[in-house]
């Protein structure tokens, strides 16, 4: 069980990030600023019933902006961080599934149902996507619809948008069509 949470906030291309450690390694990632991100993390952390309050710890999260900005700049297509996840047994095996697709790569809901031996789990998958806590990390963004399009992200499409087209999966000009 996690005895100490430090979090610390970064600039990114896509707006401030907070990211949150424990001593065995990033669990959270949120999209936004401190006073936006702290009360989410903070009910977030007290979902997961863990007893450590949230503190403010640069040299928790130092590894995890090291290599975010290495992405951010381009240098950087592999995350090599250790991470604790807190989820389902289902969240986690859709979690890690995610894992393996590979940058610039994308996958459909579908997609990742078949991986996991789940044919019929297509709107769970959506589901534990939704609940990723590490987003860009465990990279949610690469799940699309099976028609192609840019479904659901906790971020924002834009956000989703953004990097994707960091990765070179969307062609330059590409802007999302009106899905109605």
């Known amino acids: ?3 100490r949470l430090g979090y610390s906030c970064m600039p990114s291309p896509i707006g401030d990030l907070l990211l949150a450690a424990t001593e065995k390694g990033l669990c959270f990632i949120g999209f936004g600023n401190e006073d936006k991100e702290l009360p989410v993390l903070q009910r977030w952390w007290k979902k997961q019933m863990l007893p450590a309050a949230p503190v403010l710890d640069e040299d928790m999260t130092l590894e995890a902006r090291t290599q975010l900005e290495q992405y951010f700049s381009g240098e950087r297509k592999e995350f090599a961080l250790s991470l604790d996840m807190y989820g389902t047994a289902f969240q986690t095996k859709v979690w890690q599934e995610l894992t393996k697709i590979p940058y610039g790569e ?15 789990a297509v709107r769970a998958i959506g589901g534990a996507n939704n609940c990723n806590p590490i987003p ?8 699309i619809g099976s028609n192609g399009a840019l479904v659901g992200y906790g971020g924002g499409l834009a956000i989703k948008e953004h990097l994707l087209h960091l990765e070179g999966v969307l062609p330059t000009g590409y802007e999302q069509q009106a899905m109605w």
């Open 1 to 3: 069980m996690a005895k």
């Open 136 to 143: 860009i990390i465990v990279p949610c963004h690469r799940v």
């Open 106 to 120: 994308t996958r459909s809901y579908k997609d990742i149902a078949l991986s996991i031996g789940a044919i019929k």
